[in-house]
């Protein structure tokens, strides 16, 4: 009775759909191998099958009738719903809203899955969803981080940070048309960076072991506000844009960034925005140069650390009484560098050693001068300067210098001078230890630390420029266009007063949204759309007003600002005409996208897309990770067919499909193109391109538009028979 009843659905005739009881994850496996009486068949461990050995065990036959007595005390209460009238999804949340809450990403799977057709929904789930649950998963706590990805993904796409507990209402305000063909082609990028995600939170499971090296100093160093960024960088390099060695460079730039920050002392807090919107800033053209450049331009709270930044700090800074994993991370860094032999300074027997120790015995006073002592005793005895590694701290303990060098206890061989490690290297030589020695092996040390976190050697661009300058300070904005703005050190590159508004505005009702609707007679917001001629809706039903003056939005801002208490934290930066020439690329970029939409014709394509600052432009091709690209750079222009699912294997199958008719699909666009399959990449591409053309080069605009015009709509009609046949 209880198995048919409220175990399984036995009117069902598919075997897979007969279980009422829907887990995810492992523990679906896990459950349905106890349906099946083959659990002591499982080889992982999950909680279900813990649980159910659990009361096997303590149920016995003189409890059992108490047992069922509770079980028929049950209420279980069923809700029918009529598809397309009820709204599943509501009364889900409502019933949600009371008991024990959901995570967020319990929350967001039950949006993505509600109103499908069973078929739909189980496909959705086996293949969307369920490589999600397993991708995002701490493999060494066993823990699901789902909740933790959707949100960077999310602060990727937006360049805004979801609260943690808000998650799931970003994304639903996101994706509202879920029958959209871009909501699946989304769905598709999720499931597609997830991959990436496993990178980033399981260093273990990257196979190449420079990458992974890298990926678990990040990973040690917790620099976990660093994923949104790093899941486009690594999506970047598996498609081909980036070799190994630059996404190599990337991962050390990162950690330079933030080692030095560290070190300096630079508030960890602005980081997270520092890094929202940080890929927003990066040249598909010059990759790494245009990172490096973005980062060494940042100033006051996100600056990046200079050498003498570095070296003023680095001479003072107690780098001893730090968290372990930091202090383990530099020690690891600094005796490995240029190494042949790798050392695992982990190792329990090597610790950190004093060599000015912290409780000096009576020869330190004999041997130094009382303000060496002093100076060792009050400023430096926890500094790198003073530090070193040894297998022999507890022998060394507070002996002498000449003690500590020398120690060959039992031929033990626990001095300096028998050490092969290069921090030792220096105090094999030296006879004494005073402030002179110590300051001869910091700069030696300094020059290390240079050449391991490195300060990006990137020619600065010198243009003339526009003052960056506070809202309070920037005059009027009639008849100007932005280049970019500054809000609480996230730079946003955007040209439309307008849209900076609304995005300083929705910043503030997300900090405070009490204090925004405290004072309606200054600010006007609340919830009648039809109080406003041009309503703009931020969260939870609010409205503001849009339709104004650029002088007016400023005044509003600098209200706003001063109740928020926030005078220095908006920033603006107009932009010029004299600015407009081949220095400022993403200008350039811009102008010519401006110019060639309104030209495109006899082709529905790109209707809907607006100029960026990027050389390329893209748009679906009606089906999930299909698109057609336009592409702008100084040595060619290009029209692409670009193949970038999940899936590389379904990628290289649907190219060699294409390939197949490669006769056909050229002869209908009326010329021969470029087939570029990427084995090593996942993406695979079909190109028409114009060489010989530049850019920044203003004569070469008008071939550069006529081959771009004129050729999208036979391009688009050469694959169009191939798109409406395929099955994924």
Request: proline share 3%; charged share 25%.
């Amino acid at each position: 009775m209880l198995y048919n009843m409220f175990l399984v659905n036995q009117y069902v005739e598919n075997e897979s759909s007969k279980l009422k009881l829907k887990q995810t994850d492992n523990n679906s496996l896990a459950f349905k191998a106890i349906m099946n009486s083959t659990e002591n068949q499982f080889q992982s461990y999950s909680n279900v099958i813990e649980n159910y050995s659990f009361f096997r065990e303590i149920i016995k036959l003189d409890n059992f009738q108490t047992l069922l007595n509770g079980l028929k005390r049950l209420i279980f209460v069923e809700i029918s719903l009529e598809r397309g009238k009820d709204d599943p999804q509501r009364i889900f949340e409502s019933l949600n809203s009371t008991g024990l809450e959901l995570s967020q990403s319990d929350l967001i799977r039950n949006f993505i899955l509600m109103d499908l057709e069973p078929k739909e929904q189980n496909r959705i789930f086996e293949h969307i969803w369920n490589p999600i649950e397993e991708n995002a998963r701490d493999l060494s706590k066993q823990k699901s981080l789902v909740s933790d990805y959707i949100r960077d993904y999310l602060t990727l796409k937006s360049k805004k940070i979801p609260n943690k507990g808000k998650v799931y209402l970003e994304f639903k305000k996101l994706y509202v048309n879920k029958s959209d063909t871009d909501f699946s082609q989304e769905l598709e990028n999720i499931k597609t960076l997830s991959l990436h995600y496993k990178k980033l939170i399981n260093p273990k499971t990257v196979l190449d072991p420079k990458l992974r090296r890298e990926l678990e100093y990040i990973s040690r160093l917790e620099i976990n506000v660093s994923y949104p960024f790093l899941l486009q960088v690594f999506e970047d390099a598996e498609n081909g844009l980036i070799d190994n060695e630059t996404l190599l460079k990337v991962l050390k730039l990162i950690q330079a960034y933030t080692w030095r920050r560290f070190v300096v002392g630079l508030p960890t807090n602005a980081l997270n925005k520092i890094f929202m919107a940080l890929y927003s800033e990066i040249d598909q053209e010059d990759y790494y140069d245009s990172l490096a450049l973005a980062l060494i331009r940042k100033r006051g709270s996100s600056k990046f650390p200079t050498n003498q930044d570095l070296k003023t700090a680095l001479k003072d800074r107690d780098l001893y009484n730090i968290k372990s994993k930091n202090r383990s991370y530099m020690f690891e860094l600094l005796e490995n560098h240029n190494n042949r032999e790798y050392v695992d300074t982990s190792n329990e027997k090597i610790t950190i050693e004093h060599i000015f120790p912290q409780n000096p015995n009576e020869d330190w006073s004999a041997s130094l001068s009382l303000e060496d002592f002093t100076m060792f005793k009050d400023n430096f005895l926890n500094t790198i300067g003073n530090l070193t590694l040894s297998g022999n701290n507890g022998a060394l303990s507070n002996k002498s210098f000449e003690a500590k060098k020398e120690m060959n206890t039992n031929d033990g061989e626990q001095g300096y001078k028998f050490s092969r490690l290069w921090l030792n290297d220096y105090l094999k030589g030296i006879e004494r230890w005073s402030i002179n020695e110590f300051t001869e092996r910091f700069n030696i040390i300094y020059d290390r630390f240079l050449n391991i976190w490195q300060y990006p050697e990137v020619e600065i661009p010198e243009v003339d420029q526009s003052p960056e300058e506070s809202i309070f300070n920037s005059g009027s904005p009639t008849h100007k266009k932005l280049e970019y703005f500054i809000l609480e050190d996230t730079k946003v590159e955007e040209t439309a007063i307008s849209q900076m508004y609304i995005y300083v505005i929705e910043i503030l009702f997300e900090k405070n949204a009490q204090l925004l609707l405290k004072d309606q007679n200054s600010f006007k917001i609340n919830k009648v759309k039809t109080d406003f001629r041009t309503p703009h809706e931020l969260i939870n039903g609010y409205f503001i007003e849009t339709n104004m003056d650029s002088n007016s939005k400023f005044s509003v801002l600098k209200r706003l600002l001063s109740l928020f208490e926030m005078e220095d934290e908006l920033i603006i930066k107009f932009s010029l005409d004299s600015e407009v020439d081949s220095k400022s690329r993403f200008v350039v970029r811009r102008n010519f996208w401006e110019q060639l939409l309104p030209q495109v014709k006899n082709t529905s394509l790109f209707s809907n897309v607006n100029p960026t600052k990027d050389h390329w432009l893209s748009t679906g091709a009606g089906t999930t990770g299909l698109s057609y690209v336009m592409i702008i750079t100084r040595k060619y222009a290009a029209i692409e067919f670009l193949i970038s699912r999940a899936s590389k294997q379904e990628n290289k199958i649907f190219y060699n499909q294409l390939l197949q008719n490669k006769k056909n699909i050229e002869n209908s666009f009326g010329g021969s193109l470029s087939w570029e399959e990427l084995p090593d990449n996942k993406a695979s591409r079909v190109r028409a391109v114009i060489e010989d053309v530049n850019l920044y080069n203003n004569e070469d605009w008008s071939q550069m538009s006529k081959f771009l015009v004129e050729n999208l709509p036979e391009f688009e009609r050469a694959f169009i028979p191939f798109v409406e046949k395929i099955k994924f």
